[in-house]
C-alpha cells in the first residue's frame, strides 16, 4: 500500500535498495598494490570510526526501511577488534535476512566453524589473486599465501557459498585466468573476475594493457567453452558455466559499469559515510548526524531523503564529484 511504499528505499528511477555494503573498518594487514601504496593509507582516528553500537543501529533502521542484505567488508573486516561478536550482534536484526563477507583471508581459518553455526551469514567472498606464491605476495606485500591458501580450501569444505575475488591486472595475473577457470572443475566455488579500478590510494595507475571485460571474457575462451548463465537481476556479475565443472566462472564489469541499471545497493563507509554509488564522493556523514542526537525517526527521514539523490550510474556519480577524479583507496570505501 501507499504508506509502506513511503517506507521503503527507492530512488528517483523507481530502484529499490534491499542491500548495503557496510565498511567496518579502514585498516588492513594486507597492502595490496591495486588498493593502496606499500606504506599504507592515512587511516581515520579510532574515535572517527563507527563503533559497533552505532553500526548496529544503523542497520536496523535500514532494514526498516526495507534493506534486506548487508556485505560486511573493509579495509580487513577481522581486523576490527571482536569482529566475531560484532556478526553475533547483527544476528539479533530480525528483519536482516544475509549477512554476508568480503575478506582477505589471511587471519580467518579459525573462526570458520563460528561462522558456519551462524544461521544468517550466507556467502563468504574471498580475495586471492594468484595461486602462485611469490607472485600473491608481490600483489599483496605481504608473506600470507599458504593461510589465505588453507582458507579457500577450507571455505570450500565449509558448509558456507564460496565466492573468489579475482582483481584482474595487467602484467601480474592476467596469464592465470585460465587457471582460476580450471579450479571451478572440482570445487563448488564461484570465480569472479573484476575490472581493477583506479581506487589505490593515488590514482590511475599506468597500464601496459586495458582488460576490461570483453578482454577477459576472450581470454577465458580461449581454452574453455563457458556458456552464459541466468543471474540474479541485481548481480554485479555476469556469469558463466563450463560444462562438467562444479562450479561457475563471473565478470564483474567494475569499471565499465555496464550493470548499473539494476543497481540495489548503498553503501557506509568506516567514518560512517553514507553512499549512493561507489564512484560518488560521499554524500552525507551520519557519524555526525547520530553523534548529534538524531532520532530513528530522522535517520529514516534522512536516508529516504538521501536514496532520492542516487545517480542513474557510476559516470554519472563520477562526474557530479566535487573531489575530482577517483583515486581514494577502496579500504577507506569498502569494496
Ligand atoms: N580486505 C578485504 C578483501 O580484500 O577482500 C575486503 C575489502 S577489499 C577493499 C574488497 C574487494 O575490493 C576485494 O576483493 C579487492 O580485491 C577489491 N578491490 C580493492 N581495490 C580494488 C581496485 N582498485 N579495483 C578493483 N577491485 C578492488
Ligand atoms: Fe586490504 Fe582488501 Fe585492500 Fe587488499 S584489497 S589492501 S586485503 S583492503
Not at 67 to 85: A, C, H, N, S, W
Not at 315 to 324: D, L, P, S, T
Request: proline share 3%; charged share 25%; net charge positive.
Amino acid at each position: 500500500n501507499q504508506l509502506n511504499m513511503q517506507q521503503q528505499l527507492i530512488d528517483s528511477f523507481g530502484r529499490q535498495m534491499d542491500y548495503v555494503r557496510l565498511a567496518v573498518t579502514d585498516r588492513c594487514n594486507l597492502r595490496c598494490q591495486y588498493c593502496m601504496p606499500a606504506h599504507g593509507i592515512e587511516i581515520a582516528p579510532r574515535a572517527d570510526l563507527l563503533t559497533f553500537k552505532e553500526m548496529y543501529r544503523i542497520i536496523r533502521v535500514l532494514t526498516e526501511l526495507g534493506v534486506t542484505k548487508i556485505r560486511l567488508t573493509g579495509g580487513e573486516p577481522f581486523v576490527r577488534k571482536d569482529f566475531v561478536g560484532f556478526l553475533e550482534m547483527l544476528s539479533f536484526n530480525d528483519l536482516l535476512e544475509a549477512i554476508n563477507i568480503t575478506t582477505n583471508g589471511a587471519m580467518i581459518s579459525k573462526h570458520i566453524p563460528v561462522l558456519e553455526k551462524m544461521d544468517k551469514i550466507k556467502h563468504i567472498n574471498l580475495s586471492i589473486d594468484s595461486l602462485q606464491k611469490e607472485k600473491f605476495n608481490k600483489i599483496t606485500r605481504r608473506d600470507v599465501f599458504p593461510e589465505v591458501y588453507e582458507t579457500f580450501k577450507a571455505l570450500e569444505k565449509s558448509s558456507l557459498n564460496l565466492k573468489l575475488n579475482v582483481v584482474v591486472q595487467p602484467g601480474f595475473n592476467t596469464d592465470e585466468i585460465v587457471d582460476f577457470v580450471a579450479l571451478t572443475k572440482n570445487n563448488n566455488v564461484a570465480v569472479r573476475f573484476i575490472e581493477e579500478m583506479p581506487f589505490n590510494g593515488k590514482g590511475q595507475r599506468e597500464m601496459k594493457e586495458n582488460w576490461n571485460y570483453t578482454r577477459i571474457l576472450e581470454e577465458i575462451k580461449t581454452k574453455f567453452d563457458a556458456k552464459p548463465i541466468v543471474s540474479e537481476k541485481s548481480s554485479t556479475s555476469k556469469n558463466f558455466r563450463v560444462d562438467g565443472h562444479k562450479g561457475t566462472v563471473g565478470i564483474i564489469p567494475a569499471f565499465t559499469r555496464t550493470i548499473c541499471g539494476d543497481c540495489n545497493r548503498i553503501r557506509i563507509t568506516p567514518i560512517g559515510t553514507f553512499k549512493n554509488c561507489l564512484f560518488d564522493d560521499g554524500v552525507f556523514n551520519i557519524r555526525d548526524f547520530l553523534r548529534n542526537g538524531a532520532s530513528n525517526d530522522q535517520l529514516k527521514e534522512l536516508f529516504l531523503k538521501l536514496v532520492k539523490e542516487k545517480p542513474a550510474n557510476g559516470f554519472i556519480a563520477e562526474a557530479n564529484r566535487k573531489e575530482g577524479n577517483v583515486s581514494e583507496s577502496m579500504s577507506t570505501i569498502g569494496g
